[in-house]
């Protein structure tokens, strides 16, 4: 994983990655095929292709979807392309493996594939033997992968906090399945803090930081897989056992709340639905690690994403309110909910 | 003795109040001096000015033969109690010929004092014993935690190494049965890595006991092996000469799984009884767990072959056409299911490409092998030029007249061209599968007009089939009924149904192909949330953008590379 400084310069061009996100945002497979390419030809290492130009140019296009400057449908193409530079950096680079073999996945409902594309291809570059099985994967498609492959790690990514429960369920098969797990990805928290509550072995904030944890001292020593302590009490299992309900009777009581919904129209209605469940996911995630910061930092943030669009504060206020009234008898809800009422009204 | 008293100690054994009368309020101190001789205790008696010892009674006599009246404790033939007398501590405890002796000092009056010294070997050996045990008992535990976690070969080799380096000897190797005339081996010396090679048949015999282990045989007990004929090759050069050798069978399925050689370096090394039997018990349970792992790996080898047929096929890229699929078998972990696609190139009698999804009846492998008859059919008439609609009539007609009766297919077959403009031309027939949905490039979804009867029914099945012809950066979509037959939502048990997949594929408007594959695959996975799934299939076919401009947008400059990138060769590129 060492680069020659020569070539670093090329990439710190900021035309250059105006350029590329241009591409890309074009849908213009073939101008960003060529520009990576043409980079490998000019002697920049495909490492930094990867993660000095591709990756920062994703994490624009997502500020940029988040902003509301660019529409789904093209940050998804724009995600598509990207992938395909990456599969035609990884098509011009062969290394022969030389450490071990390593899984890369990204957990149960987790689809942002595209770093840990990126990492599968660091990690190729760096001498493992990389099994790369994509997005969402089935917890037991993963385990059955790992008694077939008998790999030395498994990556698993988490980019949102709402798949934590899931994660935690993966990331305990794979150690009782022998393999040690490296976690990464946002949804592991700030500097990664969830992840050894969860269980895992490792974290690492990047692809570098991870090739670099498991290029050392790897395999860590295996515990008993079982001896994290449970994660989850009654509230989680209340909050998510009576979804369905508590979406229900908030939608019923919605019109009272806040009458501009009351001519909502079908489709509008279920978007409202899809914000409430979103409020109980991310509640139920926080309840399960214990972490009130989940909550409101999401709140936080879909108050950020809603102001993009024209929708006021008072919304998501309201939506919280509905939920709270149900979970008077939730103590730690109850908390995380007001918290996020305050920090939303201070905002 | 009891004629003489030392002037320091005598007052102090004859007390406070001696007395001659018949019933004495004090004993006598020869009658204290021979109770003291009585006790298990050893006493030394010392005065405080130079830790002279004063007396000692016969316990410490036998104790530390040594031992004398007049000498000082600090010099005394007994390390630990000088040691602790010149510290100035209390306590110590400490080996002594054999013994473990323990001692502890009591200060008396103002100028003497004793140490109370008693031997503990029996304690120490039986906390011993239950320390070695405990040892024992969870380094079974831990073994049998560690090996029967994986099921793979490899990892349980690894695993059995690393236990038998790290808790019985300094080097651990296991050694397989010959495969081939080969034996594959991994080892282990301990605080080094796990190494793993193979070594001929015919060396086998040269490790003592090694070839009796691997035949099935009794283990030869370790006192019969002899460390030094152990061949060089066996551990690395700078282990260093092997002391004690055990090699000890792995059983297995009615024949051993491989052997575990144990070595401890050094000249004394050797392995007592309780050893080899805990060797013995380790190496059953990692047999057990390599012998699962050994008939796992048939089971996943010959799966494997099976399912290569039976796994989504690599989709060709024709010029001028996208092709996308995505296939999702239900929470099994066999990945294979009754949803299928596939797609032909063209051939010597059509320039078309073929493409087919359908879904048969039934779930997880049973169906999975009807899919793979109905595929292979399929490309059989291919090559004899059948056009969509006869070829769904011949797969009624084989799937109603086979013997197996109840299997049903439904499914969309469609030929490809390219036409005029970008354009591409589709002929599309359905038997009993849902219609073909079209995204428009305005953004609107429409229905492809074809129906047709379930294929596998009834003896005649009537199909309608539909012409569609998709302009630049139009796509059809392709899709079987476990989309939107999918249950979630926000009551968690409302089906996705036509109306959201037609809103979802409309967002995808301006997307390639792949992108919106993905994101078609993406919202019915936010819609299950944590519901069950069942196998669902897509393939998206579109006629690739004109401009790269489809998404933008205002008139941005276009990127220099744009018209270099209309290379013909463009679709060539390997899939990942």
């Given at each position: 994983m060492t680069v020659p400084a020569t070539t670093a310069a090329s990439l710190d061009d900021p035309a250059l990655r105006e350029r590329f996100l241009g591409m890309v945002g074009d849908g213009d497979e073939y101008a960003a095929v060529e520009l990576t390419t043409s980079l490998l030809d000019a002697?920049?290492?495909?490492?930094?292709?990867?993660?000095?130009?591709?990756?920062?140019?994703?994490?624009?296009?997502?500020?940029?979807?988040?902003?509301?400057?660019?529409?789904?449908?093209?940050?998804?193409?724009?995600?598509?392309?990207?992938?395909?530079?990456?599969?035609?950096?990884?098509?011009?680079?062969?290394?022969?493996?030389?450490?071990?073999?390593?899984?890369?996945?990204?957990?149960?409902?987790?689809?942002?594939?595209?770093?840990?594309?990126?990492?599968?291809?660091?990690?190729?570059?760096?001498?493992?033997?990389?099994?790369?099985?994509?997005?969402?994967?089935?917890?037991?498609?993963?385990?059955?992968?790992?008694?077939?492959?008998?790999?030395?790690?498994?990556?698993?990514?988490?980019?949102?906090?709402?798949?934590?429960?899931?994660?935690?369920?993966?990331?305990?098969?794979?150690?009782?399945?022998?393999?040690?797990?490296?976690?990464?990805?946002?949804?592991?928290?700030?500097?990664?803090?969830?992840?050894?509550?969860?269980?895992?072995?490792?974290?690492?904030?990047?692809?570098?930081?991870?090739?670099?944890?498991?290029?050392?001292?790897?395999?860590?020593?295996?515990?008993?897989?079982?001896?994290?302590?449970?994660?989850g009490d009654e509230e989680y299992t209340y909050v998510v056992r009576q979804r369905p309900v508590l979406i229900d009777t908030a939608l019923r009581r919605l019109a009272g709340a806040y009458p501009a919904t009351g001519g909502y129209d079908q489709r509008q209605q279920e978007a409202t639905a899809e914000d409430i469940a979103h409020i109980l996911d991310f509640l139920a995630a926080a309840l399960y690690v214990g972490e009130e910061t989940i909550f409101t930092e999401f709140t936080g943030w879909t108050a950020g994403v809603l102001a993009a669009r024209g929708v006021p504060a008072a919304a998501l206020l309201a939506g919280l309110r509905l939920i709270r009234d149900q979970l008077r008898d939730y103590p730690a809800a109850t908390r995380m909910l007001d918290a996020a009422t305050a920090s939303l009204r201070d905002a | 003795m009891s004629s003489y008293t030392p002037p320091d100690s005598g007052a102090l054994l004859a007390g406070a109040a001696a007395t001659t009368a018949p019933v004495?309020?004090?004993?006598?101190?020869?009658?204290?001096?021979?109770?003291?001789?009585?006790?298990?205790?050893?006493?030394?008696?010392?005065?405080?000015?130079?830790?002279?010892?004063?007396?000692?009674?016969?316990?410490?006599?036998?104790?530390?033969?040594?031992?004398?009246?007049?000498?000082?404790?600090?010099?005394?033939?007994?390390?630990?109690?000088?040691?602790?007398?010149?510290?100035?501590?209390?306590?110590?405890?400490?080996?002594?010929?054999?013994?473990?002796l323990r001692g502890r000092r009591r200060q008396l009056d103002e100028r003497h004092y004793a140490w109370y010294l008693h031997d503990c070997t029996d304690e120490v050996e039986r906390a011993a014993a239950l320390e070695a045990e405990r040892a024992r008992t969870s380094f079974l535990a831990e073994a049998g935690r560690r090996l029967s976690a994986s099921l793979h070969q490899g990892r349980c080799l690894r695993t059995t190494v690393e236990l038998a380096a790290a808790h019985l000897a300094d080097a651990a190797m296991v050694v397989l049965p010959a495969d081939r005339r080969h034996c594959t081996w991994t080892r282990r010396v301990r605080g080094g890595p796990v190494e793993e090679g193979s070594l001929r048949e015919t060396v086998v015999s040269e490790v003592p006991g090694l070839a009796e282990a691997l035949g099935g045989f009794p283990p030869i007990p370790t006192r019969w092996l002899d460390a030094a004929q152990a061949p060089p090759w066996l551990l690395p050069e700078d282990f260093g000469p092997i002391g004690a050798l055990l090699v000890t069978p792995l059983p297995g399925n009615a024949e051993p799984a491989g052997a575990l050689i144990l070595a401890r370096r050094g000249a004394d090394a050797r392995f007592t009884t309780e050893d080899e039997s805990l060797a013995r018990i380790f190496a059953a349970r990692a047999g057990a767990a390599l012998s699962a792992a050994a008939l796992y790996r048939d089971q996943v080898d010959t799966t494997a072959i099976l399912q290569a047929d039976l796994l989504p096929p690599e989709l060709p890229q024709p010029d001028g056409i996208e092709l996308a699929g995505s296939y999702q078998a239900a929470r099994e972990a066999l990945r294979i299911g009754g949803d299928f696609y596939d797609v032909f190139g063209p051939t010597e009698r059509s320039s078309d490409t073929l493409v087919a999804l359908g879904d048969v009846c039934g779930k997880g492998p049973d169906a999975a092998v009807l899919t793979g008859k109905v595929r292979q059919t399929l490309r059989a008439l291919r090559l004899v030029g059948t056009p969509p609609v006869d070829m769904l009539h011949v797969l009624n007609q084989a799937l109603t007249e086979s013997a197996r009766q109840h299997r049903f297919v439904t499914m969309v077959v469609g030929s490809l061209s390219r036409a005029d403009h970008g354009r591409v031309r589709l002929t599309l027939a359905t038997g009993g599968h849902p219609p073909p949905l079209v995204l428009r490039a305005d953004g609107t979804v429409e229905e492809v007009p074809t129906s047709g009867t379930l294929i596998g029914a009834v003896a005649r099945i009537a199909v309608r089939p539909a012409d569609v012809e998709l302009g630049p950066g139009e796509l059809c979509l392709l899709y079987s009924d476990g989309l939107t037959?999918?249950?979630?939502?926000?009551?968690?048990?409302?089906?996705?149904?036509?109306?959201?997949?037609?809103?979802?594929?409309?967002?995808?408007?301006?997307?390639?192909?792949?992108?919106?594959?993905?994101?078609?695959?993406?919202?019915?996975?936010?819609?299950?949330?944590?519901?069950s799934r069942d196998d669902i299939a897509l393939l998206a076919i579109r006629a690739p953008d004109r401009t790269p401009l489809s998404l933008r947008g205002g008139g941005a400059p276009s990127s220099p590379f744009a018209i270099d990138a209309r290379r013909p060769e463009r679709r060539s590129r390997t899939r990942s």
């Amino acid at each position: 994983m060492t680069v020659p400084a020569t070539t670093a310069a090329s990439l710190d061009d900021p035309a250059l990655r105006e350029r590329f996100l241009g591409m890309v945002g074009d849908g213009d497979e073939y101008a960003a095929v060529e520009l990576t390419t043409s980079l490998l030809d000019a002697g920049v290492p495909a490492q930094q292709i990867l993660l000095d130009l591709i990756a920062p140019t994703q994490a624009r296009v997502g500020e940029l979807w988040a902003a509301n400057e660019w529409s789904v449908a093209r940050e998804h193409a724009a995600t598509a392309i990207s992938e395909r530079a990456v599969a035609a950096v990884a098509g011009r680079t062969m290394v022969r493996p030389h450490r071990g073999r390593v899984t890369v996945a990204c957990v149960d409902g987790e689809w942002h594939a595209l770093p840990v594309r990126i990492l599968a291809e660091i990690l190729r570059l760096d001498g493992w033997r990389v099994d790369f099985l994509g997005a969402s994967v089935p917890g037991p498609h993963l385990v059955t992968h790992l008694h077939q492959t008998g790999p030395d790690a498994v990556a698993v990514s988490c980019m949102l906090p709402t798949r934590l429960p899931r994660a935690h369920a993966a990331i305990t098969a794979c150690r009782s399945a022998g393999v040690p797990v490296i976690a990464g990805g946002r949804g592991f928290g700030p500097d990664g803090r969830y992840a050894q509550r969860l269980g895992a072995d490792a974290w690492a904030g990047g692809a570098r930081e991870a090739a670099g944890r498991l290029a050392g001292d790897w395999p860590p020593p295996m515990d008993d897989p079982y001896r994290t302590p449970f994660l989850g009490d009654e509230e989680y299992t209340y909050v998510v056992r009576q979804r369905p309900v508590l979406i229900d009777t908030a939608l019923r009581r919605l019109a009272g709340a806040y009458p501009a919904t009351g001519g909502y129209d079908q489709r509008q209605q279920e978007a409202t639905a899809e914000d409430i469940a979103h409020i109980l996911d991310f509640l139920a995630a926080a309840l399960y690690v214990g972490e009130e910061t989940i909550f409101t930092e999401f709140t936080g943030w879909t108050a950020g994403v809603l102001a993009a669009r024209g929708v006021p504060a008072a919304a998501l206020l309201a939506g919280l309110r509905l939920i709270r009234d149900q979970l008077r008898d939730y103590p730690a809800a109850t908390r995380m909910l007001d918290a996020a009422t305050a920090s939303l009204r201070d905002a | 003795m009891s004629s003489y008293t030392p002037p320091d100690s005598g007052a102090l054994l004859a007390g406070a109040a001696a007395t001659t009368a018949p019933v004495p309020a004090d004993p006598a101190p020869a009658l204290l001096r021979t109770a003291l001789d009585a006790t298990a205790e050893s006493v030394v008696l010392c005065a405080d000015d130079g830790h002279t010892i004063v007396w000692i009674n016969t316990a410490a006599a036998v104790l530390a033969p040594g031992l004398r009246p007049g000498q000082s404790t600090t010099t005394a033939p007994l390390g630990a109690l000088a040691r602790a007398a010149a510290a100035g501590e209390e306590a110590f405890q400490d080996r002594h010929e054999g013994r473990h002796l323990r001692g502890r000092r009591r200060q008396l009056d103002e100028r003497h004092y004793a140490w109370y010294l008693h031997d503990c070997t029996d304690e120490v050996e039986r906390a011993a014993a239950l320390e070695a045990e405990r040892a024992r008992t969870s380094f079974l535990a831990e073994a049998g935690r560690r090996l029967s976690a994986s099921l793979h070969q490899g990892r349980c080799l690894r695993t059995t190494v690393e236990l038998a380096a790290a808790h019985l000897a300094d080097a651990a190797m296991v050694v397989l049965p010959a495969d081939r005339r080969h034996c594959t081996w991994t080892r282990r010396v301990r605080g080094g890595p796990v190494e793993e090679g193979s070594l001929r048949e015919t060396v086998v015999s040269e490790v003592p006991g090694l070839a009796e282990a691997l035949g099935g045989f009794p283990p030869i007990p370790t006192r019969w092996l002899d460390a030094a004929q152990a061949p060089p090759w066996l551990l690395p050069e700078d282990f260093g000469p092997i002391g004690a050798l055990l090699v000890t069978p792995l059983p297995g399925n009615a024949e051993p799984a491989g052997a575990l050689i144990l070595a401890r370096r050094g000249a004394d090394a050797r392995f007592t009884t309780e050893d080899e039997s805990l060797a013995r018990i380790f190496a059953a349970r990692a047999g057990a767990a390599l012998s699962a792992a050994a008939l796992y790996r048939d089971q996943v080898d010959t799966t494997a072959i099976l399912q290569a047929d039976l796994l989504p096929p690599e989709l060709p890229q024709p010029d001028g056409i996208e092709l996308a699929g995505s296939y999702q078998a239900a929470r099994e972990a066999l990945r294979i299911g009754g949803d299928f696609y596939d797609v032909f190139g063209p051939t010597e009698r059509s320039s078309d490409t073929l493409v087919a999804l359908g879904d048969v009846c039934g779930k997880g492998p049973d169906a999975a092998v009807l899919t793979g008859k109905v595929r292979q059919t399929l490309r059989a008439l291919r090559l004899v030029g059948t056009p969509p609609v006869d070829m769904l009539h011949v797969l009624n007609q084989a799937l109603t007249e086979s013997a197996r009766q109840h299997r049903f297919v439904t499914m969309v077959v469609g030929s490809l061209s390219r036409a005029d403009h970008g354009r591409v031309r589709l002929t599309l027939a359905t038997g009993g599968h849902p219609p073909p949905l079209v995204l428009r490039a305005d953004g609107t979804v429409e229905e492809v007009p074809t129906s047709g009867t379930l294929i596998g029914a009834v003896a005649r099945i009537a199909v309608r089939p539909a012409d569609v012809e998709l302009g630049p950066g139009e796509l059809c979509l392709l899709y079987s009924d476990g989309l939107t037959e999918a249950r979630g939502g926000p009551a968690g048990s409302e089906q996705y149904g036509e109306q959201r997949l037609r809103e979802a594929l409309a967002s995808c408007r301006g997307m390639p192909g792949v992108a919106a594959v993905e994101r078609v695959r993406q919202l019915v996975s936010d819609w299950v949330h944590n519901g069950s799934r069942d196998d669902i299939a897509l393939l998206a076919i579109r006629a690739p953008d004109r401009t790269p401009l489809s998404l933008r947008g205002g008139g941005a400059p276009s990127s220099p590379f744009a018209i270099d990138a209309r290379r013909p060769e463009r679709r060539s590129r390997t899939r990942s």
